[in-house]
């Protein structure tokens, strides 16, 4: 019997964020069910584990009720995620289509590009390269329909 490939996320720090802060959202339910499935494999990047530190720091100081929620899914990311770094080449592809403020966003799609995932984001920096069709790029409204909408058929 074959074993069925899984499929490869990178999480942009929104999701992140919008999994906590407003306690317990269709996003968290998204997030767990990327943790907690095997079918589920998360990349990230340095660039972008430093990005969720500082949002765990930064919210964890501005709404300490959440801190320990904070934690443990920063625990859980890190403990499953797959540490991918791009290449020079796949960062040369993706710089016509990302601001130059915007570097680390340059390195997110490289590291999506690189490693045939899917970025999961709803920052608006990446609808060039949606459009352009090189990586698929999902708003985590189309996640939760994806993701949790399969896990729904299947129960």
């Given at each position: 019997?074959r074993r069925?490939r899984s499929?490869k996320?990178?999480?942009?720090t929104?999701?992140?964020?919008?999994?906590?802060?407003?306690g317990?959202?269709k996003t968290?339910e998204?997030?767990t069910?990327l943790?907690?499935n095997?079918?589920y494999?998360?990349?990230?990047n340095?660039?972008l584990?430093q990005e969720?530190r500082q949002?765990l720091?930064?919210?964890?100081k501005?709404?300490p009720?959440?801190r320990?929620?904070?934690?443990?899914?920063?625990?859980?990311?890190?403990?499953k995620?797959?540490?991918?770094?791009?290449?020079?080449e796949?960062?040369?592809?993706?710089?016509?289509?990302?601001?130059?403020?915007?570097l680390a966003d340059?390195?997110?799609?490289a590291?999506?590009?690189?490693?045939?995932?899917i970025?999961?984001?709803?920052d608006r920096?990446?609808?060039?390269?949606?459009r352009?069709?090189?990586?698929?790029?999902?708003s985590?409204?189309?996640?939760?329909?994806?993701?949790l909408?399969?896990?729904?058929k299947k129960?």
């Amino acid at each position: 019997m074959r074993r069925k490939r899984s499929r490869k996320f990178l999480l942009d720090t929104n999701v992140f964020i919008a999994a906590f802060k407003s306690g317990f959202t269709k996003t968290t339910e998204l997030l767990t069910e990327l943790l907690s499935n095997p079918e589920y494999e998360l990349i990230a990047n340095a660039v972008l584990l430093q990005e969720y530190r500082q949002w765990l720091d930064k919210l964890s100081k501005q709404l300490p009720n959440l801190r320990e929620r904070a934690k443990l899914l920063y625990i859980l990311i890190v403990n499953k995620i797959t540490l991918v770094e791009p290449s020079k080449e796949h960062l040369e592809k993706y710089k016509p289509y990302i601001r130059k403020d915007e570097l680390a966003d340059l390195y997110h799609a490289a590291t999506c590009l690189k490693a045939n995932a899917i970025l999961i984001t709803n920052d608006r920096h990446f609808d060039k390269i949606k459009r352009s069709g090189m990586i698929e790029v999902w708003s985590i409204s189309k996640a939760i329909r994806e993701i949790l909408g399969q896990k729904a058929k299947k129960e």
